[in-house]
């Protein structure tokens, strides 16, 4: 069988592992962590706050970005673990741009002779790379239940993923057509989860739970007249559509606590900003930890 190739049964949100509530008589935390590129690194600036407010989340979905954090969060690692894991990721250029080459699928010779596309990437392969060594290789090896939102690119239609291996899972979640390649779960082609839904909340609500919503989608930029390159420019379609959808699914049913996150001027791909993009996002915690708080006391 190919490596893209797997065959875990999947799970939709409302079959999901059983979720624990907080305490006694308090609803249970589900988070949400969406798409967003680079900027995605910000979801752990919330894992901080939540470690600080000694919280833990019943469950936790994700796409693309989020997938990628929420994975690691719900395998036991804390937000500065992953702070530290990043910060550390990215800090030699060199060794990044290494480990990106030996997870490419095309070579450059295919692209003159018509046979492929010379950076696209086996998502797989590129998480092997990045994640922490403490990732499990399967959901049920997870601290904390977790769903990985995908699309079924033949039938339009939105995938979560909640059993079995978790690597595939993730690496369709985060399948961006043209930069990573497709994976095959169940006899269906599963691509970037933010096709459809970048912030995968809408499906998890329900009463006595509090769903707190991530969204480090990108906003407009000042008009100019800059032409992207082409790799940005696949990102920055994506930034788009994520932006325009989520906006939508907001203005239609808000999540109980939307968190905006994402350090202003970043791009999909300044990951090498990864130090930067935390710092920048230290405001959210505290507005993290204020609008957790209030809930959880008005629920009470």
Known sequence: MPRSEHRPPDATPQDAIAVRRQQPGQPELVLVLGAGGARGLSHIVVLEALDELGIRPALIAGCSMGAIVGAAYAAGLSGRDLREHVT?????????????????????????????????????????????????????DLAIPFLATATDYHLHAEVALGRGPLTPAVAASLAIPGLIRPVVIEG???????????????RLMAPGRIVMAVDTSAPATISETRVPSPLEAILGVSQILTRTIVQR????????????????????????????????????????????TQALEQAS
């Not at 060199?94 to 490419?104: E, G, Q, S, T």
């Not at 691509?191 to 995968?200: E, M, Q, R, S």
């Not at 090498?272 to 204020?290: G, H, M, N, T």
Request: a neutral charge; hydrophobic letters at 45%.
């Open 88 to 140: 550390a990721s990215f800090r030699d250029r060199a060794k990044v741009i290494a480990r990106l080459l030996d997870a490419r699928i095309g070579k450059f010779t295919d692209l003159m002779r018509g046979l492929g596309n010379p950076v696209l990437i086996d998502g797989e392969r590129m998480l092997d790379l990045f994640w922490p060594e403490a990732v499990p290789d399967r959901f049920e």
């Open 249 to 292: 699914m907001i203005e239609r049913q808000p999540p109980d606590i939307l968190i905006r996150a994402g350090a202003d001027g970043i791009g999909g791909l300044d990951f090498f900003k990864a130090k930067a993009i935390l710092d920048a996002s230290a405001a959210v915690k505290d507005e993290v930890k204020r609008r957790l």
């Open 188 to 202: 269906r082609v599963l691509i970037d989860g933010g096709a459809i839904n970048p912030l995968p909340y809408n």
